[in-house]
């Protein structure tokens, strides 16, 4: 970021870079004074380029240099760097705001197997985008009675639910400034990819199989119908069965227009775990993916752009 102001150098000075530009957070201190005799208006030109960040702090460099109203040469007065805190919201919704010109109102579809967090990640996207949070499987709910998921499965079978799951997504696909949330076999059927991509944008959240595991494991499998066919403890049940479920989607997922890994967000950021990384973290990655997708021709002429 670049920013500019006017000073009298005749006691120390701070500049706080939030007034500048939205890319940055922390302050610079002068360290240079200038003599009482001396006074003279400066301009003052400061350059922030973020060099690093992980661990949720941020490293930052900058220059420094004045020139004064009588001599506009400009002269290097202070460098150094600053490792500020890294505010993961500031980051978020500046993302959001670079996106949005290449997004022109798309939808975007969460994609991945069960509780690899996309209704938390989805209603974090969109909070930041302005965008309607739709979960397909709450719909479906609301179309059977209230009946949950796991009482349809049982009631119905999987192929009536699978049906419901494309009507949901088909009326979906007629609108837009959506974020939708998927069940994690909504890839399975080719048609539920014709709504989703007919004016939207499908995201993976890729998960380590452990990791989401670890996840269902800890909030029980009731609520999980597939779950119900393996026995053991509920890490062992979840793990075998998601195993079997990647192995038999995975060329679906892979299908989406982006993917967001959680083991390459971790490694960026520094994180020996993937449990490490907050669902604010998660969403800035796929905003990323997104803005990528959409910078290649592909991806703008589905935008419309």
């Known amino acids: 970021m670049e920013a500019g102001v006017a000073c009298k150098l005749n006691y120390p000075t701070w500049i706080e870079s939030e007034r500048f530009g939205r890319n940055s957070t922390g302050s610079l201190r002068f360290g240079r004074i200038a003599k009482q005799e001396h006074k003279a208006w400066l301009v003052v030109s400061a350059h922030f380029p973020v060099l690093t960040s992980s661990n949720r702090f ?19 007065i202070e460098t150094g760097s600053v490792h500020a805190p890294y505010d993961e919201a500031l980051v978020l919704k500046n993302k959001s705001l670079e996106v949005e010109p290449y997004l022109n109102g798309h939808s975007i579809y969460l994609v991945g197997l069960m509780g690899s967090g996309k209704t938390t990640v989805g209603k ?48 979906l696909s ?36 452990e990791a989401l595991a670890q996840r269902i494991a800890a909030v029980g499998t009731h609520s999980r119908p597939l779950l119900h066919y393996e026995h053991g ?54 905003l990323q993916q997104i803005e990528g997708y959409l910078k290649e021709e592909g991806g703008m002429v589905i935008a419309g752009l």
């Open 174 to 209: 007629s609108k837009k400034q959506l974020v939708v949330s998927t069940g994690g076999g909504a890839v399975v059927w080719d048609v539920n990819w014709d709504y989703m991509q007919k004016k939207g944008i499908v995201v993976w959240l890729d998960v380590p199989l």
């Open 233 to 286: 403890d509920p890490y062992t049940k979840a793990l075998k069965r998601l195993s079997y479920l990647l192995e038999l989607r995975g060329k679906n997922y892979a299908k989406a227009n982006a993917r967001v890994s959680l083991e390459e967000i971790a490694g960026k950021l520094g994180y020996r775990d993937v449990s490490d990384l907050t669902p604010t973290e998660i969403a800035i990655e796929a």
């Open 124 to 171: 974090i996207l969109s909070n930041v985008l302005s965008y309607s949070f739709c979960d397909s499987d709450a719909l479906i709910e609301q179309e059977v009675n209230g009946m949950s998921v796991a009482e349809i499965f049982k009631l119905h079978g999987e192929i009536f639910f699978r049906k419901k799951e494309t009507e949901v997504l088909q009326r």
């Open 58 to 76: 941020t490293s930052v460099s900058f220059e420094v240099s004045c020139s004064s109203s009588k001599n506009f040469s400009a002269s290097t």
